[in-house]
């Protein structure tokens, strides 16, 4: 069984850039969720996706979308970066969209904004 | 909004002994899942135990159990017999039923196991 990989591992912007992050979900699963990590604080939740459409947002502004491919791979992305956008960023994939199946998290992505 | 508070920033514990990390939250909802997470420096969130809220029996796995209190809105973890790979950053989480993958996190107690 493949568990939750997220590409790249560590990333540095500038701010007003646009960066692509990117979520293969563990084998069998069609629902993905990103959070964000500021250093010294929880995860905090983005957005969902499940069957391709996203079906859940946290209070994030519009310049956070996010992408899901028919093979349940994921992509997050951040325009016009912020200093504040400086995160780790986490992917976590379940099976079942609003159900309440368990969710299994990747290793995130280090964002770094200068 | 619910919320999730950890009041603990740091605990630490000898090899072998037993501690409790302190969680507690903030919700309208009757029917609900809560968690405890383990995230060790490799960053990777590990579910460590899972709670439903329509449950009064207090989950365990191993030697980590909780003590969950509905009324008072208390959900503790206890790690018993410690171990040096318990080191690591303790998330309290709740989860609406019903509310798909949205977890919402407490800010984390850092556990340190000392020989």
């Known amino acids: 069984e493949t568990g939750v990989t997220q590409s790249p591992t560590h990333l540095i912007k500038t701010r007003g850039q646009q960066v692509t992050l990117r979520c293969s979900s563990q084998s069998g699963h069609n629902t993905v969720s990103w959070y964000q990590q500021a250093l010294g604080q929880g995860p905090q939740f983005i957005f969902q996706?499940?069957?391709?459409?996203?079906?859940g947002r946290g209070n994030f502004p519009p310049r956070f979308s996010g992408l899901q491919f028919p093979n349940y791979s994921s992509e997050l992305n951040v325009n016009a970066l912020e200093l504040d956008d400086s995160a780790l960023y986490l992917c976590?994939?379940?099976?079942?969209?609003?159900?309440?199946?368990?969710?299994?998290f990747g290793d995130g992505t280090r964002l770094s904004i200068l | 909004a619910q919320t999730v508070t950890q009041s603990q920033p740091e605990m630490s514990v000898q090899e072998a002994e037993t501690v409790t990390l302190s969680c507690t939250y903030d919700?309208?909802?009757?029917?609900?899942?809560l968690f405890w997470y383990k995230q060790p420096p490799s960053r990777q969130m590990i579910l460590v135990i899972r709670q439903e809220a329509y449950k009064q029996q207090n989950a365990t796995e191993n030697r980590f159990s909780v003590n969950f209190q509905k009324a008072a809105k208390s959900f503790s973890l206890k790690i018993s017999d410690s171990q040096l790979g318990d080191a690591a950053m303790y998330f309290c989480a709740y989860r609406r039923t019903g509310g798909g993958n949205k977890l919402t996190f407490g800010t984390g107690t850092q556990l340190k196991v000392e020989l």
């Open positions: 996706y499940y069957r391709e459409e996203e079906n």
């Open positions: 976590a994939s379940s099976f079942g969209g609003l159900s309440n199946q368990p969710q299994h």
């Open positions: 919700t309208s909802e009757s029917d609900y899942y």
